[in-house]
């Protein structure tokens, strides 16, 4: 079967674009996770939509994976395909007051992108290290303000290799929420809408957000972020912070102290430590304060 399948993706990819066996640790901003048995990466819309069919068709088990930001992929990687966007979907443009990217596209290249041509409201995400299509997928959001605010429509791939284009209010965004956690298509692009603004401000407003993470996460270690969602009436770090785990380490995984949200590689953890220690800090949480913390990063594949 994988020989047959693999002949036949050459047909649909370029072979050097279908890497095997690809350690999902190169491509996860924790630095750990095994194997993908293929990783992916179609260049255009063309490409992924004929894989996405095919691998519909044959029912194979497929992810699509952006910047890796927001995912703890098993030691024993991922039994399927994953499937990163390439080239064509990096793309940012501007008209006006619109920023249409690619679901492939960094934040921070369309907070540049708002930025240079004097657009505010983008400020927030610059420091994001996501995609717009995992942040279409998540509604990330900091400082008060999220995806939601400033999307005006998102083009999606349907697992039929469609395309089609949902506005705003179809995209059913909520706190780390989206209807595309329900919904097996791919983010190929999305428009925002934003004000315009003075160069100098939106710049200096970047600066200091970014010195704001700087200055309380531990960006000086390979994370995923906040570990776990904000639960309805507390923050997830103080709650950590108050049951006493600041610091609590299992294997090379740590709570950082700077910030106990944040669940942190000290540099030679295992996928396995940084799963058992997410499942410890929830028991010893639940046990404290009566309040079951869920885990905001998406968490795949075998441990
Ligand atoms: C240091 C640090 C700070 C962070 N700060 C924040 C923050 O302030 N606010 C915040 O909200 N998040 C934050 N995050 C988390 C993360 O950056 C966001 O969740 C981001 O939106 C994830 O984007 P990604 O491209 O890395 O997605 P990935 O981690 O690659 O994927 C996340 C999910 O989205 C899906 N996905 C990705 N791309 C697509 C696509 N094109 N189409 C369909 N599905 C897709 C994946 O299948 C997966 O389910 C932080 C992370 C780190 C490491």
């Known amino acids: 079967m994988s020989e047959y399948f693999f002949d036949y993706l050459k047909t649909l990819i370029p072979e050097d674009r279908i890497l095997r066996n690809e350690l999902m640790s190169k491509h996860t901003t924790f630095r750990v ?13 063309e490409e992924l939509s004929a894989l996405i069919r095919y691998l519909n068709l044959v029912e194979r088990e497929y ?3 952006g910047n890796g930001s927001n995912l703890l992929v098993g030691d024993h990687g991922y039994r399927g395909v994953i499937v990163h966007l390439g080239e064509e979907f990096k793309k940012v443009e501007v008209s006006g007051d619109t920023i249409t990217a690619g679901g492939g596209a ?22 994001i290290p996501g995609t717009v299509g995992g942040a279409m997928v998540m509604n990330a959001g900091a400082y ?3 995806m939601g605010d400033v999307v005006v429509s998102v083009d999606l791939l349907t697992p039929d290799g469609e395309i089609v284009t949902r506005s705003v209010s179809e995209m059913e965004f909520a706190y780390r929420k989206s209807i595309l956690q329900r919904d097996r298509s791919t983010v190929i692009g999305a428009v925002f809408s934003l004000k315009n603004g003075d160069q100098t401000e939106i710049r200096s407003r970047m600066n200091e957000l970014m010195e704001m993470r700087r200055s309380k996460q531990p960006l000086n270690f390979p994370s995923a972020g906040s ?16 049951a006493g785990l600041g ?13 106990c949200g944040f669940v942190v590689n000290t540099g030679n953890a295992t996928a396995a430590d940084i799963l058992d220690l997410i499942h410890e800090v929830q028991e010893k949480v639940q046990v404290r304060f009566g309040v079951r913390l869920e885990p905001e990063v998406r968490i795949v594949g075998e441990f």
């Open 144 to 146: 008060g303000s999220e």
């Open 63 to 65: 992810m699509i994976v």
């Open 227 to 242: 570990t776990f969602k904000r639960p309805e009436g507390f923050f997830a770090g103080k709650l950590i912070m108050d």
């Open 247 to 259: 610091g609590y380490m299992i294997g090379g995984a740590r709570v950082s102290e700077k910030h």
């Open 33 to 45: 996770g095994g194997p993908a048995d293929f990783f992916i990466t179609p260049r255009d819309t």
């Open 106 to 127: 960094l934040l921070s290249a369309v907070a540049e992108a708002a930025c240079k041509s004097e657009l505010a409201g983008f400020e927030f995400a610059a420091g």
